[in-house]
């Protein structure tokens, strides 16, 4: 009896050291995780020229992400000595904390307008290169000796103002017609 005794409690110290030790590679990833946001946050907004209370909205968001992820590794480690007591914890809670805390920065930070002004920077940066890379395919085309995009549309304008002229000389000439035959 005592063998399975030892066997029980050899089984139960390997489950909580296997627990333990997915808990900490968990946390460590999570932590890793949290680190990268806030070194690409920190770039974010150090990248982008701001106003000071874009800029003090951006801290405020950032602590709140801060706060969020310290609520979660706090829940993280009652859940965690709950499990040492030998509660029955599902280990998918763990889970489930990281990905819900991870939402809950996020909203913190996209919710200011320090996050809303580096938004509208960068994809002003992007259609600054768009413009740019038309350009030069335009050029490019161009110096091809094919016609570009302006000047098919100068093309179809003129289209356009032929159409209107023609119209209007068709129906100068029925009223002609029209006074000839009366």
Request: proline content about 1%.
């Amino acid at each position: 009896m005592s063998d399975k005794n030892a066997d029980v409690g050899a089984e139960y110290s390997e489950m909580v050291e296997e627990m333990n030790e997915a808990v900490a590679e968990s946390m460590e990833q999570n932590m890793q995780a949290q680190a990268a946001f806030v070194e690409s946050w920190t770039e974010a907004l150090s990248d982008s020229v701001m106003e000071d209370d874009e800029l003090t909205d951006g801290i405020e968001g950032y602590n709140q992400a801060t706060e969020v992820w310290m609520d979660a590794a706090e829940r993280m480690f009652e859940r965690s000595a709950d499990a040492a007591q030998g509660e029955d914890v599902d280990p998918t809670e763990f889970r489930d904390i990281w990905l819900q805390s991870a939402n809950e920065a996020a909203k913190e930070i996209m919710g200011t307008s320090a996050f809303a002004a580096a938004n509208g920077q960068l994809i002003q940066s992007m259609l600054d290169m768009r413009q740019q890379a038309d350009d030069i395919s335009q050029e490019t085309i161009a110096d091809l000796g094919f016609p570009t995009r302006g000047d098919v549309e100068e093309i179809g304008e003129r289209l356009v103002e032929l159409e209107r002229r023609q119209h209007a000389v068709e129906e100068k000439l029925d009223r002609i017609l029209e006074a000839v035959e009366e």
